[in-house]
């Protein structure tokens, strides 16, 4: 199974992509996060991406499409894989399609944009392991401590409320034109995002049994 989850940044994708990878066995592949790591890492491509990031705006097509040619060739893509938060602008989905890379799923997490806002604003994310939570959607069992690995919690620069808005104009012009790109091949279901992550899990299952 072949599978890309898009939506705004918050709508949930990071969740729903760690639940579809515990139930069918396939890695969740978040470019956000392998940017975050080499930028952790102090590599050339970290730096370059750094200045990007933090003003909420997209990485340049051609690095992004660098690191996800890279990540898809590893032996634990062979089965399938989840892609959460690639592509993220229509040439970086036909470069997809020139890779022959063949889509089974696209799920579309909607959430509407003042939702957003307070999503983003509650959201924490583990500077070690790249977990996600949320102060009260879905809190970590200790505060301010990850769940999984016992790395520290930290709240993303990128999440600030003035790059929020940066970073949801960026997806209304740049990303959401790829649901008419997957719907016209007609691999795409909508997935309404709700307060409740459980609720969500259900719709998106569904969704990938429908
Ligand atoms: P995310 O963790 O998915 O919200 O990504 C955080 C940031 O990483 C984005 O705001 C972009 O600056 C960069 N980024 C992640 N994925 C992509 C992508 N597919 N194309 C361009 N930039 C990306």
Redesign the pocket.
């Known amino acids: 199974m072949k599978l890309i989850l898009l939506g705004a940044?918050g709508a949930g994708k990071g969740t729903q992509a760690e639940v579809i990878c515990d139930k069918l066995g396939i890695p969740a592949i978040?470019?956000?996060?392998l940017?975050r790591a080499a930028l952790k890492e102090g590599t050339e491509l970290g730096l370059k991406?750094k200045s990007?990031?933090d003003a909420?705006?997209?990485?340049p097509?051609e690095v992004?499409i660098g690191i996800i040619k890279e990540r898809l060739a590893q032996e634990d893509c062979k089965n399938g894989f989840i892609l959460?938060?690639?592509?993220?602008?229509v040439p970086?989905a036909e470069a997809l399609d020139q890779m022959g890379v063949s889509i089974d799923k696209v799920l579309d997490i909607e959430v509407k944009d003042e939702d957003i806002m307070k999503r983003l604003s509650g959201r924490r994310v583990c500077e070690s392991c790249g977990a996600s939570y949320h102060v009260l959607y879905k809190p970590s069992k200790q505060e301010g401590i990850c769940t999984k690995c016992n790395g520290k919690l930290v709240i993303r620069k990128?999440d600030e409320p003035a790059t929020i808005a940066s970073?949801l104009d960026v997806y209304h012009a740049q990303t959401e034109p790829l649901k008419e790109y997957y719907s016209k091949k007609g691999i795409l279901s909508v997935v309404e995002g709700q307060e409740e992550v459980a609720d969500t899990t259900k719709l998106t299952l569904a969704a990938l049994e429908a």
């Open positions: 940044p978040s470019t956000g996060n940017i991406a990007y990031m909420g705006d997209l990485v097509d992004v959460d938060g690639f592509p993220r602008t970086q990128d970073r």
